[in-house]
């Protein structure tokens, strides 16, 4: 039997894209309380199929997907640009194509509006009115309002008019930073992407015997496996170690480990793979409103992660910024297996005093010790612990050299020792302590 919450979450599933729901809605009519109701709408909102609009109230939108996600709904515009919904609210949940900003005269302006784009233009309502008939949304910047008849094409085309406070430029830069963000996510691999490519998972029921596991372990090759209800819910997870010494016809569900680690599908690889160090598990269950859609293994984390090393980015993160400045290097006599990365402070690594911030710091000591990882143990790791020894001042324009050794590495561990030089002086030490996630 599903729950309140799962039954309010498949309700708004099934809602026609454009919807307006509301608390007091969902409340009277799935006869719950408006705090359930609350819940349940914020989750949906957490999956993006929903999104609240100031003035207007919660639209059920179409969940982007992956390949699309630069692309943003005019709903989230209006989010983005602070702004009020004057006219076409119906069509919130559009996706717009491109924005196009009006700065030239009507008959030229209308020769780059296509349908499904969004012209960001001030108060000139004939130009309103005409992008409208184009099939395209209007953004009027400086706070201004249009007038009735524009209002009311709006309505009836089911294409939005916002208006927003700021000026042109700033519009155009929200906008565009707000798709170079999705860009970046785009680019982080979650476990979703994981799971597309996999088949339904192995699963056994709580009524299910020892005998069974072991018949399962036969065909599959596996040692571990789900356990979920009637319902498809995730009750546990039966592994070998719960089995030694257990008669066959006893059931899984008295030996299960109830309240299992999990994840999610919007769960990032790289979170995936920091629980399965951490916590020492193999097998991660993936669940949706607390039923069972998949599962994860520690192979399939490893194999994601490497496969996305070698993948272009689209957009650049910081992290990118600062290792563009940096390269691996070798010197006679070192140890093959040690990392060496050397680079320039430049202006946007430093803090207020133009010393390198220890942010930028971090990240070239993580850098170079999962670098020093792979090349000796070809494994990936998770830090867990960093012990800076000591640490000078390394100023703007400065050259910065990293020398990672691997001291040790096992199974599930290793400690990396990472020395800082400026030129010829040695200007920093750390330890850092890691997880390894290996085959």
């Given at each position: 039997m599903s729950t309140k919450h799962e039954q309010i979450l498949q309700y708004i599933e099934e809602l026609d894209v454009g919807s307006k729901i509301s608390v007091r809605q969902i409340?009277?009519?799935m006869d719950v309380s408006e705090g359930t109701a609350y819940r349940a709408i914020k989750e949906a909102e957490t999956r993006g199929i929903v999104t609240t609009?100031?003035?207007?109230?919660?639209?059920?939108?179409?969940?982007?997907?992956?390949?699309?996600?630069?692309?943003?709904?005019?709903?989230e515009v209006v989010n983005i640009v602070e702004g009020t919904v004057l006219g076409g609210?119906?069509?919130?949940?559009?996706?717009?194509n491109k924005f196009v900003i009006g700065a030239m005269k009507l008959d030229a302006m209308m020769r780059y509006v296509d349908q499904n784009a969004l012209l960001i233009v001030g108060n000139r309502e004939q130009v309103h009115q005409a992008t409208l008939q184009q099939g395209a949304a209007v953004l009027i910047t400086g706070g201004f309002d249009t007038n009735a008849d524009v209002k009311k094409l709006a309505d009836e085309l089911e294409l939005p008019v916002i208006s927003s406070a700021y000026d042109t430029f700033t519009v155009a830069t929200l906008i565009n930073r707000a798709i170079y963000d999705r860009m970046i996510k785009k680019d982080i691999l979650?476990?979703?992407?994981?799971?597309?490519?996999?088949?339904?998972p192995i699963i056994m029921s709580q009524s299910d015997t020892v005998g069974d596991w072991h018949r399962l372990v036969e065909e599959t090759r596996h040692t571990r496996f789900p356990v979920v209800d009637e319902a498809g819910c995730l009750r546990g997870i039966i592994t070998s170690k719960d089995l030694n010494g257990v008669p066959n016809e006893t059931p899984v569900g008295d030996l299960m480990t109830e309240s299992p680690f999990t994840v999610t599908g919007r769960t990032a690889v790289a979170s995936a793979a920091h629980i399965m160090v951490w916590e020492g598990v193999e097998l991660l269950p993936v669940v949706e409103g607390g039923k069972l859609v998949g599962v994860v293994?520690?192979?399939?984390?490893i194999r994601a992660l490497q496969y996305n090393q070698n993948q272009p980015q689209l957009g650049q993160t910081i992290h990118d910024m600062?290792?563009?400045?940096?390269?691996?290097?070798?010197?006679h006599g070192e140890d093959e297996k040690d990392i060496r990365l050397s680079g320039e402070v430049t202006p946007q690594m430093?803090?207020?005093?133009?010393?390198?911030?220890?942010g930028v710091l971090m990240t070239l000591l993580q850098e170079a010790a999962a670098r020093a990882i792979r090349k000796q143990h070809h494994a990936e790791m998770t830090v867990e612990n960093v012990t800076v020894y000591f640490l000078k001042p390394v100023h703007l324009d400065a050259p910065l050299t990293l020398h990672a050794h691997v001291l040790d590495v096992g199974r599930k561990s290793g400690m990396i020792d990472v020395e800082l030089f400026s030129g010829a002086d040695k200007v920093g030490k750390a330890l850092l302590t890691v997880g390894v996630l290996e085959r």
């Amino acid at each position: 039997m599903s729950t309140k919450h799962e039954q309010i979450l498949q309700y708004i599933e099934e809602l026609d894209v454009g919807s307006k729901i509301s608390v007091r809605q969902i409340a009277k009519g799935m006869d719950v309380s408006e705090g359930t109701a609350y819940r349940a709408i914020k989750e949906a909102e957490t999956r993006g199929i929903v999104t609240t609009i100031e003035r207007v109230g919660t639209v059920r939108i179409e969940q982007p997907q992956k390949k699309q996600i630069e692309k943003l709904t005019y709903a989230e515009v209006v989010n983005i640009v602070e702004g009020t919904v004057l006219g076409g609210a119906a069509g919130l949940h559009k996706t717009l194509n491109k924005f196009v900003i009006g700065a030239m005269k009507l008959d030229a302006m209308m020769r780059y509006v296509d349908q499904n784009a969004l012209l960001i233009v001030g108060n000139r309502e004939q130009v309103h009115q005409a992008t409208l008939q184009q099939g395209a949304a209007v953004l009027i910047t400086g706070g201004f309002d249009t007038n009735a008849d524009v209002k009311k094409l709006a309505d009836e085309l089911e294409l939005p008019v916002i208006s927003s406070a700021y000026d042109t430029f700033t519009v155009a830069t929200l906008i565009n930073r707000a798709i170079y963000d999705r860009m970046i996510k785009k680019d982080i691999l979650l476990v979703e992407d994981v799971l597309a490519t996999q088949k339904q998972p192995i699963i056994m029921s709580q009524s299910d015997t020892v005998g069974d596991w072991h018949r399962l372990v036969e065909e599959t090759r596996h040692t571990r496996f789900p356990v979920v209800d009637e319902a498809g819910c995730l009750r546990g997870i039966i592994t070998s170690k719960d089995l030694n010494g257990v008669p066959n016809e006893t059931p899984v569900g008295d030996l299960m480990t109830e309240s299992p680690f999990t994840v999610t599908g919007r769960t990032a690889v790289a979170s995936a793979a920091h629980i399965m160090v951490w916590e020492g598990v193999e097998l991660l269950p993936v669940v949706e409103g607390g039923k069972l859609v998949g599962v994860v293994s520690r192979q399939d984390v490893i194999r994601a992660l490497q496969y996305n090393q070698n993948q272009p980015q689209l957009g650049q993160t910081i992290h990118d910024m600062i290792l563009g400045h940096f390269h691996e290097e070798r010197r006679h006599g070192e140890d093959e297996k040690d990392i060496r990365l050397s680079g320039e402070v430049t202006p946007q690594m430093t803090n207020q005093t133009g010393a390198v911030s220890s942010g930028v710091l971090m990240t070239l000591l993580q850098e170079a010790a999962a670098r020093a990882i792979r090349k000796q143990h070809h494994a990936e790791m998770t830090v867990e612990n960093v012990t800076v020894y000591f640490l000078k001042p390394v100023h703007l324009d400065a050259p910065l050299t990293l020398h990672a050794h691997v001291l040790d590495v096992g199974r599930k561990s290793g400690m990396i020792d990472v020395e800082l030089f400026s030129g010829a002086d040695k200007v920093g030490k750390a330890l850092l302590t890691v997880g390894v996630l290996e085959r």
